[in-house]
C-alpha cells in the first residue's frame, strides 16, 4: 500500500461502536469506530460550567478593584483561574472528539484488533487501513545492477501478475534502500503504479517487474561483412 497506518484512540473506554469490517473500503472522513461518550459529555459540561463561574468571579473582582475594594493580586489570581478554566474545558473537548475515530484517507481496512464492547485503554490499536490509491512494488535487486544502471538507460517498466499474465502494467521507479540487506546483499527497490481498477490487488501480493535498458552498441555488436561485398562509390 502507498501508506499504511494503525489507528488508537488517544483516550480510553468501552469500545461502543465498531462499524467496519475486514476487507471493507470506506470513505475520508467515514465514522469507523466510537467510545462510550456520557463520561467525555458529563466531563466537558462540568469544564464548562467551571470556566462560567470563574468569569463570572473574574467580573466581579475586576469590579471591585475599579472601587478599590480589592487588590490587583486577587484580580490576577481570579484572571489564573479563568485561563485554567479555559484550558480544562478545550482538553474535556478534545478528549470528547478522540473518542471517534474517522477515516484520515480514503481505505481498505485490513485488520480489525478488537471486537465492540472491549474496555480499551489508550493507544491500544483497533484497525489497521491501507491507502490503495497507488501500489508499490518491492523487489531485491543484486548491487552489481545497482550500481551499474542509471535512470537514463532505462527504456520501459512494467509489472506483470499471476493471475493476469498477458496484462502489463506500466510502473514508475519511487525510491531504494540506502543499505544491503546483510544476508542476500540486495537493495530494496520500490516501483510504484496506480492501483488496477478491474482487479483486486492487495498489499502481499506478488508479482514481476520487467525492466527494459538501452544498451549502447559496442565493436562486438555490430555487423561483420566480407569486404568483397563492398562496391567501390
Known amino acids: 500500500a502507498a501508506q499504511t497506518v494503525d489507528l488508537a484512540f488517544e483516550v480510553g473506554g468501552p469500545l461502543l461502536e465498531l462499524k467496519v469490517r475486514e476487507g471493507e473500503t470506506v470513505r475520508s472522513g467515514a465514522l469507523l469506530a466510537a467510545l462510550e461518550p456520557t463520561d467525555f459529555r458529563l466531563a466537558v459540561r462540568e469544564a464548562r460550567a467551571a470556566l462560567t463561574l470563574a468569569r463570572q468571579d473574574l467580573a466581579r473582582q475586576e469590579s471591585l478593584l475599579e472601587r478599590r475594594v480589592v487588590s490587583e493580586a486577587a484580580v490576577d489570581e481570579a ?7 479555559t484550558v480544562q474545558l478545550a482538553q474535556a473537548q478534545e478528549a470528547l472528539a478522540d473518542a471517534r475515530l474517522v477515516a484520515p484517507f ?3 481496512v485490513a485488520r480489525r484488533y478488537v471486537d465492540p464492547y472491549t474496555n480499551l485503554q489508550p493507544a491500544v490499536r483497533v484497525l489497521r487501513l491501507h491507502d490503495l490509491s497507488e501500489l508499490h512494488l518491492v523487489a531485491s535487486v543484486p548491487e552489481a545492477l545497482l550500481a551499474t544502471v542509471s535512470a537514463d538507460r532505462v527504456a520501459a517498466m512494467e509489472a506483470r501478475f499471476a493471475f493476469a499474465p498477458e496484462r502489463a502494467f506500466p510502473v514508475r521507479y ?5 543499505e544491503a540487506d546483510a544476508v542476500a546483499q540486495t537493495y530494496a527497490v520500490t516501483f510504484a503504479m496506480p492501483r488496477p481498477e478491474d482487479f483486486n490487488v492487495l498489499p502481499g501480493m506478488t508479482a514481476t ?6 544498451v549502447e552498441p559496442t565493436v562486438a555488436d555490430r555487423p561483420r561483412i566480407p569486404t568483397s561485398a563492398l562496391v567501390a562509390g
Open 79 to 85: 484572571r489564573a483561574v479563568a485561563e485554567r478554566a
Open 209 to 214: 517487474v520487467r525492466v527494459v535498458l538501452k
Open 106 to 108: 480514503n481505505a481498505y
Open 174 to 178: 519511487l525510491e531504494n534502500s540506502g
